[in-house]
């Protein structure tokens, strides 16, 4: 298991923004693709953004423009840059490997993500 612990959530008013981080030990990092996932009350854990090994992204349509993804490897560490922030984006985020290309057997507690004016 490769420890992740996400950071930076928060209350914001729509329209705000906000940036994630996502700091993960061990060597892996560099060589795994990654993503974040955000799950909203009552719904499915959600993957949004993906990043692969040299920096490749992609989005779900419902982010796609307002959040960016990026990586630092030689920090071990992942962000996630929330831009025009709406209620609809409450939720707690995850970070984790992208699991289109890994299995994942390891969640982080998240961090709480709250839009609302």
């Known amino acids: 298991q490769v420890p992740l612990v996400e950071s930076g959530g928060g209350l914001v008013q729509p329209g705000g923004s906000l940036r994630l981080s996502c700091a993960a030990s061990g060597s892996s990092f560099g060589r795994s693709a990654m993503a974040w996932y955000r799950q909203a009350p009552g719904k499915q854990r959600e993957l949004i953004a993906g990043?692969?090994?040299?920096?490749?992204?992609d989005y779900v349509d419902s982010v796609k423009g307002r959040f960016t993804i990026s990586r630092d490897n030689a920090k071990n560490t992942m962000y996630l840059q929330m831009d025009n922030l709406k209620p609809e984006d409450t939720a707690i985020y995850y970070c984790?490997?992208?699991?289109?290309?890994?299995?994942?057997?390891?969640w982080g507690q998240g961090t709480q993500v709250t839009v609302s004016s």
């Open positions: 984790n490997k992208d699991r289109r290309r890994s299995n994942i057997d390891y």
């Open positions: 990043i692969g090994i040299l920096g490749r992204k």
